[in-house]
């Protein structure tokens, strides 16, 4: 009976492994849009001392693409589309070190979370279109005033969004670390994981807290994003190689 259980309980995480590593693979594309728009359009990215309601209106109205990227909203799809990848990693870490898995996965879900809920990219387009639509210098006033409001709760590069960021990275390197106990990803995975989200967390610190070292802080977040990257493009095919085995079994 128990080993019957144990088979039904491998059968059901072989399903996940492999919607985890499906669903990271469907989520690098956004990964890849979100840099190519940064490095390809100019105006794409607003440095955080330029952060301001008029200027977000102004991007809104001249391309609402860029307004939803440069409030985050990939940085929201490419969560939501994440989950099963996180559940995935607790998933084939809980044999040999459940508990660190459980921490990384629960504080990974806490900051997707925060950042999701506190994402300004659709309060700021609403505000945008009526401040266009404003007849006078009062309502812009009143308009402008409500969206430099909702920039401090949850744009990017502020104290609103910090957390949400810094949370999900410091949950990546937990993974990574359980790696270095786990004999199913590889030492330098691990290794490639820790690095990378290091340094996107020195750039999310430095572009939250120190906006004079934006420039030097978007170098080392090219470097965190491509170690980053290739982390989870090595993680979702050892998934989806562990739901193949595992379903041998």
């Not at 990215?45 to 001249?62: G, K, V």
């Not at 993680?235 to 562990?242: C, D, E, I, Q, W």
Request: charged fraction near 10%; aromatic fraction near 12%; include cysteine.
């Amino acid at each position: 009976m128990s080993e019957l259980n144990t088979n039904r309980t491998r059968s059901a995480w072989n399903g996940v492994y492999r919607i985890g590593g499906l669903a990271i693979l469907i989520a690098i594309p956004m990964y890849l849009l979100d840099i190519g728009i940064s490095m390809a359009v100019e105006g794409a990215d607003i440095s955080p001392d330029a952060l301001t309601a008029i200027n977000l209106f102004d991007l809104y109205r001249e391309n609402w693409i860029l307004g939803f990227r440069a409030l985050g909203l990939i940085n929201v799809v490419t969560l939501v589309v994440s989950v099963p990848f996180f559940v995935a990693l607790y998933g084939a870490h809980q044999q040999e070190c459940r508990p660190y898995a459980a921490l990384a996965l629960i504080v990974w879900l806490v900051g997707a979370t925060i950042y999701i809920s506190n994402n300004a990219a659709i309060p700021i387009s609403v505000l945008s279109s009526k401040y266009a639509s404003a007849t006078t210098d009062s309502q812009r006033t009143i308009l402008a005033a409500a969206g430099e409001a909702l920039i401090v709760r949850g744009a990017d590069f502020t104290p609103g969004s910090f957390v949400g960021f810094f949370l999900t990275e410091i949950a990546a390197i937990g993974f990574s670390l359980n790696m270095l106990r786990s004999r199913l990803f590889g030492r330098s995975i691990a290794y490639l994981g820790i690095v990378g989200f290091v340094f996107l967390s020195i750039f999310t610190i430095c572009s939250t807290f120190f906006p004079a070292l934006f420039t030097v802080g978007m170098v080392i977040a090219m470097v965190g994003g491509l170690l980053g990257l290739f982390w989870y493009i090595l993680v979702a095919l050892r998934l989806l190689r562990l739901g193949r085995q595992q379903g041998v079994m």
